[in-house]
């Protein structure tokens, strides 16, 4: 098949695109999950203080990105670990990557079963947004990144829809109380699922060579941080609001179930056209996770040198594909199951954001002292 | 008058030199070419060479015969004083000389030859233009003669930098194309882009502009127009002003406008004549009437295939009513309905004008009524499809307007399909592919994506003038500032 330029850099991208980035990276995790051991009104405190920290982890973050080895791209890793190290670390990689990858897919399309095409085989729905996000992917890595822009504009708004929520007769202030709570394991798991909300800047690491070498960088970082942080207390104290904290623990998708309420002349059911707009997100992010699988199945099986082919990314794509629509059907079949990979996904989202930024300045440090 | 004179120059020494024979041989079987022979008082024979279907003969009588029979000087070039007479050296030369409209004249004894241009002022008087129609503002549009066309703009621009090359394409049309731009305010990378894009041009024969964009684009495949055509000589001096450039065609009209991006296609002169809010508010009508457009008839498709249960009560009840005795399900109404729709445009175009408004009163009623009342199609989809097809016009760009029906078409098969989802995905593909477009290279999408937050002041709305200091970003133009007072 003939030759494309899926990782070919033609114009350098603004800095301001890590700030789309970033931010949508971060919270499509929890609109899309919103599990029950957050629903607690005390865990806003958490969500401040998760930002907080989350914004050093970032400054970390940054330290590498303007790093030397970063600007390089795969040279620059080649350079730090060697090319055997590189190629087992890419290895272990593709572990959070697809699963990621799964459980954002599997998620949204539970979620589209469950308010619009109750009976569409999930497998087919599968096929189709995955097929949509290789159409995305297929114009290269420059103009998906791009597309982040577009995928922010596309949602952001949505946030506004919340906000009647608010003011009475939706907002019952006393369901926010009381603000303090006694420490149990479900704090930990809420604390632990934030943070994995506040996850996704690391696959930046991915993405440097694309983007514009700007001092910036770390502003537009903390700006998608705090973006991220007012998204997940509105949508968190509306939904403490207009639920209350007892009621919201029997909803399985508070998020979206909110939208159900809302009303509007000319449409009912405005959760619909909702999800529909969030497929900009999916899209998004499932595009740009193909072409870093892709780019890492590459650096696996030693083709970094060759031109990206069409039947190279295809089959990247047909398997993750395939291993999504297998996940679905045999792994994923009953509530403790969805659980299990849940927990993964939060430990390993969780994990990933925590040491990957540490490691890689870590490293580099060590590096340039031993010259 | 030559496209390539450079380049000749340097392969004069290859080329058959001009002769008497030589001209006469390629003029063979050209009834409308004449070849006069003169003698000057001093004796000196001279010829003159032309096609007279191409020359202004009232001017070669005046300017040239005339002063060389009865002048006295001792050689031809003194007695033609014409500052633009350019010696000939080669047959090629001299024959393009002849076919561009100018008048070959040779010294016979000492064989020196020249060309005077004389072409035949062939031209329509300046119009209003019609496909961009204004109530306000200057009223003025290009016609087919390029060098008009040129002195428009120039009028618009009396400044040294407006730069103008000239370039020849096309085997057999071998027409004329020229390239303008402001030096020192338009980026050189575009200026290079597209002359390496018109050098690189090669077929035979050019009627309009178009084509030339055609084979100038990357992305050939688009129903996005990539260079904006237009026929206002005040777009074009405007659009040179913030730093595009822009490519005129002999024997069109339509002059292209380059780089641009998706947002320059719903900009309309008069935006910068009326009041900043209404203006803002008329641009902000245009994108939701073009978001309408494309949406509006698959939306119906979609809430009656699948989401009953989106539509109002009340609404459902007229719908239920509506489309309780049709044969067809809401896609094949839908399709049929926009086929119909898409004859009666086309129809109306073709025809002439009184007979086209009355196709457009008798398809828009006449159908419409009796398609209800035989069963063919529901009131509200009349209705809808009515809304869809005045939105589409609302877009100043013919060409994006001419888009817009086949997106609709795909996006009517999605929603067909998977409703809403599905027409989210049309959506997504629509704007993926808009998102990996250029025009000489720069983002299609430009100043969304890529961002440049300072230009959104002239794209969604129309922001007061006195804010709009500077130039667009995205053209990356060498002054950034539009007052003098900073440059």
């Known amino acids: 098949m003939k030759p494309i330029s899926l990782f070919q850099k033609n114009m350098p991208i603004k800095a301001v695109t890590v700030f789309f980035i970033s931010n949508r990276f971060q919270v499509i995790f929890f609109l899309l999950v919103f599990p029950q051991y957050i629903a607690h009104s005390y865990m806003i405190w958490f969500i401040i203080a998760l930002g907080i920290l989350s914004q050093g982890n970032l400054y970390i973050l940054s330290k590498w990105i303007s790093s030397s080895y970063s600007t390089k791209g795969y040279a620059g890793f080649i350079e730090l670990f060697g090319e055997w190290k590189v190629r087992i670390l890419t290895a272990v990689a593709l572990l959070p990557i697809l699963v990621k990858l799964s459980v954002l897919t599997i998620n949204f399309v539970s979620t589209t079963r469950y308010y619009i095409f109750p009976s569409v085989n999930p497998s087919w729905l599968i096929f189709v947004f995955l097929l949509m996000s290789m159409y995305v992917a297929i114009r290269g890595m420059e103009n998906t990144i791009r597309f982040s822009i577009i995928a922010f504009f596309t949602v952001i708004w949505i946030i506004l829809l919340f906000l009647p929520f608010y003011f009475p007769p939706n907002a019952a202030w006393i369901n926010l109380f009381p603000l303090t709570h006694s420490w149990s394991q479900q704090t930990w798991k809420g604390i632990l699922f934030i943070w994995a909300t506040l996850s996704g800047p690391e696959y930046l690491i991915c993405l440097i060579p694309w983007l514009k070498q700007d001092q910036k960088i770390v502003k537009y970082m903390t700006w998608a941080n705090i973006v991220t942080v007012l998204e997940l207390l509105i949508v968190l104290i509306a939904s403490l609001l207009f639920y209350g904290h007892h009621y919201l623990l029997l909803i399985k998708y508070p998020y979206i179930e909110m939208t159900r309420y809302l009303q509007n002349p000319i449409f009912e059911r405005i959760d619909i056209v909702l999800i529909a707009f969030y497929l900009f997100h999916l899209v998004f992010m499932v595009s740009i996770l193909l072409l870093i699988l892709y780019g890492a199945m590459r650096i696996i099986f030693k083709k970094v040198s060759k031109e990206t082919t069409r039947k190279g990314f295809l089959i990247t794509c047909v398997i993750t594909t395939a291993l999504i629509i297998f996940l679905n059907q045999f792994l994923w079949t009953n509530e403790r199951q969805y659980k299990t990979w849940m927990n993964i996904e939060v430990v390993m989202s969780g994990f990933t954001y925590l040491f990957i930024p540490s490691f890689l300045v870590i490293c580099s440090k060590i590096k340039r002292r031993r010259r | ?487």
């Open chain 2, 1 to 487: 008058m030559f496209g390539k004179k450079r380049q000749a120059v340097d392969n004069r020494t290859t080329q058959t030199p001009v002769s008497l024979d030589g001209v006469k041989k390629s003029l063979t079987n050209m009834n409308d070419a004449q070849i006069d022979e003169h003698e000057t008082i001093s004796g000196i024979k001279v010829n003159l060479i032309y096609i007279k279907s191409l020359v202004d003969n009232e001017r070669l009588n005046e300017a040239i015969v005339k002063p060389l029979i009865h002048d006295r000087s001792i050689s031809v070039s003194e007695a033609i004083i014409s500052s633009i007479k350019e010696k000939v050296y080669t047959l090629d030369e001299a024959k393009e000389a002849l076919l561009n409209g100018h008048i070959l004249l040779n010294e016979a004894v000492i064989n020196e030859w020249w060309a005077i241009p004389l072409q035949s002022p062939l031209s329509r008087s300046i119009e209003s233009s019609e496909t961009e129609s204004i109530l306000y503002g200057a009223k003025d549009s290009f016609s087919e003669q390029i060098d008009q066309n040129i002195t428009l703009i120039r009028r618009r621009l009396p400044i040294m930098e407006l730069k103008s090359e000239s370039f020849t394409i096309g085997s057999l049309s071998k027409t004329t194309v020229v390239l303008l731009y402001i030096e020192g305010l338009t980026n050189p990378d575009f200026i290079t882009i597209a002359k390496e894009g018109i050098n690189n041009i090669d077929y035979d024969f050019f009627t309009d502009s178009s084509q030339v964009s055609a084979l100038m684009e990357k992305g050939n495949n688009s129903v996005f127009p990539q260079f904006q055509q237009t026929d206002r000589p005040d777009v074009c001096a405007r659009a040179l002003g913030i730093g595009q450039l822009i490519i005129l065609v002999n024997n069109t009209p339509f002059a292209l406008i380059a780089p641009v991006t998706l947002f320059d296609l719903f900009q309309s002169p008069e935006d910068y004549i009326n009041r900043w809010v209404v203006a803002s508010f008329l641009r902000v009508i245009r994108y939701v009437s073009f978001f309408l457009s494309i949406v509006l008839i698959p939306l119906y498709v979609a809430l009656t295939t699948f989401h009953f249960q989106m539509i109002p009560l009340q609404m459902l009840f007229v719908l239920t009513e509506s489309r309780s005795k049709l044969p067809f399900t809401p896609f094949w109404e839908a399709f049929i309905m926009l086929i119909i729709l898409e004859i009666i445009k086309e129809a109306s175009l073709r025809m002439p004008t009184k007979a086209g408004q009355t196709l457009g009163v008798i398809g828009g009623i006449v159908i419409g009524q009796a398609s209800v009342e035989a069963g063919f199609a529901s009131k509200v989809l009349i209705v809808l499809v009515g809304i869809a097809a005045i939105a589409s016009f609302l877009v100043p760009n013919y060409l994006l307007t001419k888009a817009n029906t086949l997106i609709q078409f795909i996006l009517l098969f999605l929603a067909s399909q998977l409703g809403v989802i599905g027409i989210a995905m049309g959506l997504i593909g629509i704007l993926s592919h808009l998102n990996s477009l250029t025009s000489l290279k720069q983002p299609y999408l430009a100043p969304l994506a890529p961002l440049y937050m300072k230009d959104w002041k002239d794209v969604f709305i129309r922001g007061p003038i006195k804010t709009a200091k500077e130039r667009p970003e995205y053209l990356k133009p060498l002054k950034k500032w539009r007052t003098s007072r900073r440059n």
